[in-house]
């Protein structure tokens, strides 16, 4: 039986004065765990979550799924930063992270949306603009039943090591690899 992947905040409480200036961060990763590396969006959002909660960052909200689905626009639109996280087996990096713009173009690929549909949408529909990023994650195999390979779970936590400054403190330059 499937998983069932929802958003989930950091913390419950209200924040202090100080974290009200700060941006709202959605980081969203996407694939499916049961095929090995393809899950990696997934396992970033897991280890960025125990981050997250062990310091008490109420600005920011996680979330993962199988797929993005155009329900997700509503999600971005109530962030001012949106980072999309998700595997990839077209890199020789371990990791890449780039912006996105918005594109209503219609993508076929193993997602129902890409993530500069997600965004196109958010704007379309709720008329937000939050800035958005593609952190990818380099896979090596994609198996079904199969575990995560010792080389992508690497790979993630590599780049939460990269991320983890930016979501703390998401302003001026954007570490971006590409």
């Excluded at 969006?41 to 993962?64: I, K, M, N, Y």
């Excluded at 958005?132 to 079904?144: D, I, M, N, Q, S």
Aim: with cysteine; glycine share 6%; aromatic share 10%.
């Amino acid at each position: 039986m499937p998983q069932t992947m929802s958003s989930r905040s950091v913390s419950d409480r209200s924040p202090p004065e100080a974290d009200l200036a700060r941006p709202r961060i959605l980081v969203y990763g996407y694939g499916n765990p049961g095929r090995q590396d393809d899950g990696a969006g997934v396992a970033f959002v897991e280890e960025l979550t125990a981050w997250a909660r062990s310091g008490g960052r109420p600005w920011l909200t996680f979330d993962s799924n199988y797929q993005l689905n155009a329900e997700d626009a509503l999600a971005a639109a109530a962030h001012d930063i949106v980072v999309f996280a998700d595997a990839s087996g077209d890199q020789d990096e371990d990791f890449l992270f780039r912006d996105l713009h918005p594109s209503a173009a219609v993508s076929f690929s193993t997602h129902a949306m890409s993530p500069e549909s997600v965004i196109a949408l958010s704007r379309e529909l709720y008329g937000a603009r939050p800035a958005a990023y593609l952190l990818t994650l380099r896979g090596y195999e994609w198996e079904p039943n199969a575990a995560m390979t010792a080389e992508a779970r690497k790979n993630v936590s590599a780049a939460v090591k990269f991320i983890t400054p930016f979501l703390d403190c998401p302003v001026g330059d954007v570490p971006v690899t590409r």
